[in-house]
């Protein structure tokens, strides 16, 4: 294992490069375009044995990591924001035709206005794609779950892609120290992509034919949803064995951090949960018992890890860095709907926070969990930092 | 009698599901003759993600992956390049779209795979409207046909997406046009692009009894005649070198061909004139580009 100073960006080629993928097919687009660059250098070089595809769109580049999944290969591709959103089609082909393509998503603000800098409406918009969703929080947790998810993703009680995001810009340009395994210990990881089914010339296999209301399609789709819940259940597993193999450490769906005697939690994703941890810190010097809950994994959704927070704390914050218009932050909605039910259920206060890269401040957090700890005000859907009073 | 000389072996077997005198039926069969048994379909949203038949079962003895309309191209790009990583690059990797598929919502991923020279066939069964759907125009519906949404009053007026010359313009090895009515022509044009490496674009004209609106049972009829009357001619660009496959020796007037279609009816004999004198301009530029210097 040797330390490198990685930009997300470098440390997710890094990953590929581990992992052995043998198609990359990508599209430029900031802040996503210097991991199509550092795979181009990594298979110019040889470092990478891989056919890499330069297509000419993002729905195009993820047409062609199905393809090359659907051949046996190992696919990758990146992509963010406007391209994600030009993918969504093909999203549901890669999972319905349940292909193990990984992507790295940059997560970057959508259109109008222009906005290059970074929320998580991009990839909330494709939550109900069918595919693996795991939020990252620094480059080292970028690069140890895009090796993580690529054995998930292929496990054959699994078979769905698997998306791992990074805030564009915190992590995708910003530099920290990332440890980079021995390529001999990831190849025992993750060993050659075997599938259960691919194509084999001269046979009669079909991928994705038709299938009217009363034959398969149901099914099909119960398949996917099995396999979802399935995911769920192997994720701690796969992190385990990664982390015997590495030493880095495993954060599990939910990443608690001091949450053993804390009052009240704050959850987020990302980034953003950098942040988060250090006010957590400089509000636990002031004796203020506070945690954080960062959710990493969204796809499958942990409902049972959520329900255990709501289960140990009266009052927790969701702070979404999304929205789902008319609905209020979409990680507010579905923890919401994961507590319905639970004997003495906790009080939610929900904000949205940090849309088209607005900076959240410590302050702002601090803020937040000082209202939380006092139990007043504590809003359904409230935006922070608007200089609009919305 | 003549006894033609196509491959015996059959790769697509009876109980599709395609209309009756269905020309993309009979393309598929021609087209898989041609490439023999070691090819990959993809077949993106058209008839032919129909006519093969309900999951399981298909009337393909080929391993077919379908896909999203406009995705033809790069899917078939990935699983070649898949294929070459996995041990079968000799697999033909092969797309198989229609007309709206390829001209209209699909050019783009065309293009692209055209531009990087990716190694497949790209075949374009060209009924010239989405008849999948029911009948409506696409870029490659002629001018004065009548569709659903080119009905009397709102008939089309511009000509017909040069889909062939398009491909020729990106320089890729190998374009040609085939017609199912032509079947040894047809097959010796699938063998060459077989043997050669990059993309090889074959345009098909393939009718469509239910939208042209003819009997059925003279559907290899009325593709000759398309090509009798100079409306589809017969050519292959190889390398950027026009050569003529068949010609007429007398070509058929073009009323014949549009007088036996009910899509044409609507046609005054002014319109049809005018028909006449485009596929004979065109006619005279496709002989330009064929005849040597």
Known sequence: ?????????????????????????????????????????????????????????????????????????????????????????????????????????????LAPPWNIWVDHSDSMAQRDTGWIQVYAETNQEVLDTILQVYRLAEDKRVMVPAMVMLDAFSLSHTYMPVDVPESDVIDRYLPPYSPPQKVLPETTQLFGSFSPPELCYMELRHDLEVAMHQARILLPQVEEEYTQLTGHPSFGAVDEYRTDDAEVVLMAMGSLAATARDAVDALRREGKKVGLARMRLFRPFPADAVRSLGERFHRIAVLDRAVSYGSGGPLAGEVRAALLGIADPPVLAAYIAGLGGREVTQEQIRSIFERLLSGNGLPSEEWVGLKVEG | MVKLTLPEAELMDGGHVACQGCGAALAMRLF????????????????????????????????????????????????????????????????????GGTADIGIQALSGAAERNEDMIYVCYDNEAYMNTGVQRSGATPPGTWTTTTPRGLEKSTPKKDMPGIMVAHKVPYVATLNPSFPEDFVAKVKKAASLPGLRYLHVLADCPTGWKHDPALMVEVGRLATMSHFFPLYEVENGRYRMTWEPGQPAPVAKYLKGQGRYSQLTDADIVKVQSDVDARWAALKKLTTPA
């Open chain 1, 1 to 109: 294992m040797t330390r490198h100073l990685l930009s997300g960006n470098q440390a997710v080629g890094e990953a590929v490069r581990l992992a052995r993928a043998q198609v990359v097919a990508a599209y430029p687009i900031t802040p996503q375009t210097t991991i199509v660059e550092h795979l181009a250098e990594a298979v110019g070089k040889g470092d990478l044995l891989a056919d890499f595809i330069t297509v000419e769109s993002e729905h195009s580049a993820m047409a062609a990591s199905v393809g090359a999944s659907i051949a046996g290969a190992r696919a990758f591709t990146a992509t963010s924001s406007q391209g994600l959103a030009l993918m969504h089609e093909m999203l549901h082909w890669a999972s319905g035709q349940r292909t193990p393509v990984v992507m790295a998503n940059v997560n970057r603000a």
């Open chain 2, 32 to 99: 898989l003759k041609g490439t023999g048994p070691d090819t990959a379909l993809v077949i993106p949203a058209c008839c032919w993600a129909v006519i093969a038949g309900p999951m399981p079962t298909t009337c393909l003895r080929v391993p077919t992956v379908f896909s999203a309309f406009e995705a033809t191209a790069a899917v078939a790009s990935g699983l070649k390049a898949g294929l070459r990583r996995t041990g079968a690059p000799k697999t033909i990797v092969a797309g198989f779209a229609g007309d």
